[in-house]
Nanobody, 127 residues
Framework: QVQLVESGGGLVQPGGSLRLSCAAS????????VGWFRQAPGKEREGASC????????YYPDSVKGRFTISRDNAKNTVYLQMNSLKPEDTAIYYC????????????????????WGQGTQVTVSS
């Protein structure tokens, strides 16, 4: 059984930083494509970053490019999302997701590709 557990969310002031973690069991993240998604109240869930398993590339939407960094620690079977220069519009529940499908380029950005999801962690950016 695959389980993904996110942690690291919280309240942070604009301009601050947070690091989210996604710890997996029942699935070796090194073999999967892993995505971070977020959902703000009243909005659709959207991609925030991802790592492909087909070509090893990462993808970031323009809204977070240059501020967010996704990384993977294979020994800990954990994926991280380092978020810097946070803005109020980054406020959302953040979810990690994984799939064994082979992904390349921007394909990991689309939530329909994923079949395993965590429960989410709240990130609030406010002064």
């Amino acid at each position: 059984q695959v389980q993904l557990v996110e942690s690291g969310g919280g309240l942070v002031q604009p301009g601050g930083s947070l690091r989210l973690s996604c710890a997996a069991s029942g699935f070796a993240l090194r073999y999967g494509a892993v995505g971070w998604f977020r959902q703000a109240p009243g909005k659709e869930r959207e991609g925030a970053s991802c790592i492909n398993n087909g070509d090893g590339t990462t993808y970031y939407p323009d809204s977070v490019k240059g501020r967010f960094t996704i990384s993977r620690d294979n020994a800990k079977n954990t994926v991280y999302l380092q978020m810097n220069s946070l803005k109020p519009e980054d406020t959302a529940i953040y979810y990690c997701a994984v799939t064994s499908k082979r992904m390349y380029g921007s394909s990991c950005h689309w939530k329909i590709q994923y079949n395993y999801w965590g429960q989410g962690t709240q990130v609030t950016v406010s002064s």
